[in-house]
């Protein structure tokens, strides 16, 4: 079975939220764990969680035999030393990358699909996309790892190798505008919660 290691970033400041993001509810339980969950569920054999700001808060939230938290003590230089810290952390045995953010929820039905037509297409790289525009979460062949160990806040992390790789990326087409879902604010966290973060009846 091929080796999906998925690094979900979790160490930012909240500055605007105002409260951890990671600890925020979502779907019962906490969002960091509701992401954990997703992931595992879409196909990652393994789950690194990159904590940082109140990490001793979040820490406890961070469990499962194929869930490894990490911490970077660099959080505060921006969210590409995150990615760095977590990519510095895959398993070598690694063939794929997944990535995403903490704030950035998605069903495991989303992941899934992305996961699944980046296998497919034996991509390079892989972008949900909605309406044109690009979403989350991200999907890397790890033989993007050297690139990706060396972005910069600088260099616009990221996207200095989606540029340099921009004819070779899969895009996967969404109907759905929750693939753009980010919860940088408490307005759009209730906004968002009232739309998918409630545990719905079975």
Known sequence: ?????AVLTAAGLSSRMGKPK???????KTLVESQIDTLLEAGASEVIVVLGHRAM???PYVNGDTVCPVVNSQYRDG???SIKTGLNAVSPKARDIVLMAVDQ???PQVVSRVIREHLQAN???TSPRYRGRGGHPLVF???LLPELSRISEENQGL???FERHRSEITQVHFDDSSIRLDLNTPEAYREAYAKYGQVKPS
Do not use: N
Not at 1 to 5: L, N, V
Not at 22 to 28: D, E, T
């Open 1 to 5: 079975m091929r080796f999906i290691s």
């Open 22 to 28: 990671p600890l925020l509810p979502w779907q019962g």
């Open 57 to 59: 808060e979040v820490a």
């Open 79 to 81: 969210r590409t030393s």
């Open 105 to 107: 929820p998605r069903t």
């Open 123 to 125: 991509a390079l790289l």
């Open 141 to 143: 062949s790890a033989s």
């Open 159 to 161: 996207r200095e190798v």
